[in-house]
């Protein structure tokens, strides 16, 4: 497609991010469309939400990124009686210099890895929500910034699992992208089982990429051209959510500017300096889909997950392009 001409071009790393890929490949064996989504949260500044049955995956992708950068890195494993000083921290009090001292919780590290997240409370859920959102936490009334770059990679399984708790909504709004990984092929399943015969690949993985590279590459993404056609899509889209007849509650803004962002990594990832809308196509369903409710079901469970996906593909179809 054209574009407008874009004046502040610059040099796509590709090198970099091919080999991030690569690395993360040796060990998470599958679709190479999900290695990208989970890529583009973490290339767009957000989180990523991995839903599915147990056992497919979940936790080796998210530790594999993890692995495969050379950020601190913290896997918290989330449990019923999971408290939110657990993740926050606390302060405690310090006899020799008579004052508190503030003990750094677990979410104080680049990659936190949430595991399970629907297992625990919705009060410990809801104490990440400043964390996703604004990049610091507070406790007792002081604001404690969190280290750049910070990506929340959150496995749980579907609510139909006993043991689970539905995430707040306000939460599930401040989570870039949603995805499933489904069951790998029979080939791909061959190759599971012969890679761990001795041990796990992922103790081969090394880390790619640093800190200081993984948020100049968030930078390097927000200097993306989006058209002036593309950015009305984007807002097409939603706005289309929001009169469904299936719907009770529509994307939020938050949602469109996840859309647009996420929309300039996967541009990033296909090595161009521009989105075409192709690249909001691609990635509605994985951005919009939970951040709707309805009246038949909710958006929280598996069968929610698959109306939600109707519905956006309904939107995709009824929401031409513009150029």
Do not use: W
């Not at 001292?101 to 104080?108: A, D, N, S, T």
């Not at 399970?116 to 410990?124: A, G, V």
């Not at 708790?165 to 069951?183: I, K, T, V």
């Not at 992922?202 to 993404?221: G, K, N, S, T, W």
Request: some cysteine.
């Amino acid at each position: 497609m054209s574009r407008e001409p874009q004046s502040d071009r610059f040099d796509i790393p590709t090198e970099a991010i091919n080999g991030l890929i690569a690395e993360i490949e040796k060990v998470y064996v599958g679709r190479r469309d999900r290695v990208e989504l989970a890529l583009v949260a973490l290339l767009a500044g957000g989180h990523l939400l991995i839903e599915d049955v147990p056992g497919v995956g979940k936790t080796i992708l998210a530790n594999t990124i993890a692995s495969a950068l050379d950020c601190e890195f913290r896997r918290i494993q989330f449990t019923p009686d999971l408290l939110p000083t657990d993740l926050l921290g606390v302060n405690i009090y310090d006899e020799s210099n008579s004052r508190f001292v503030f003990k750094r919780g677990p979410l104080f590290a680049n990659v936190i890895l949430a595991d399970e997240i629907n297992r625990t409370t919705p009060k410990t859920q809801s104490c990440l929500l400043e964390a996703m959102d604004e990049y610091q936490i507070t406790v007792d009334g002081v604001v404690h910034p969190l280290p750049r770059p910070f990506c929340v990679l959150a496995t749980q399984n579907p609510f139909e699992f006993e043991g689970t708790y539905p995430l707040p909504e306000s939460q599930l709004d401040r989570f870039f992208l949603r995805m499933n990984l489904g069951y790998p092929t029979t080939e791909e399943g061959k190759r599971i089982i012969r890679d761990q015969q001795i041990s796990h690949p992922i103790e081969d993985v090394e880390p790619v990429m640093r800190a200081r590279q993984v948020v100049e590459l968030q930078m390097l993404v927000r200097r993306v051209h989006v058209s002036e056609q593309v950015l009305d899509y984007v807002i097409r889209l939603v706005e289309a959510t929001r009169t469904h007849e299936g719907v009770v509650a529509g994307v939020s803004p938050r949602g469109a500017v996840h859309l647009y962002r996420a929309a300039q990594a996967l541009a990033v990832l296909r090595d161009r300096d521009y989105v075409e809308p192709d690249d909001v196509k691609k990635l509605a369903v994985s951005v919009l889909s939970h951040r709707m409710r309805f009246h038949r079901t909710s958006a929280g469970g598996s069968n929610g997950f698959e109306e939600a996906a109707r519905i956006v593909r309904e939107v995709l179809q009824k929401a031409p392009v513009t150029l």
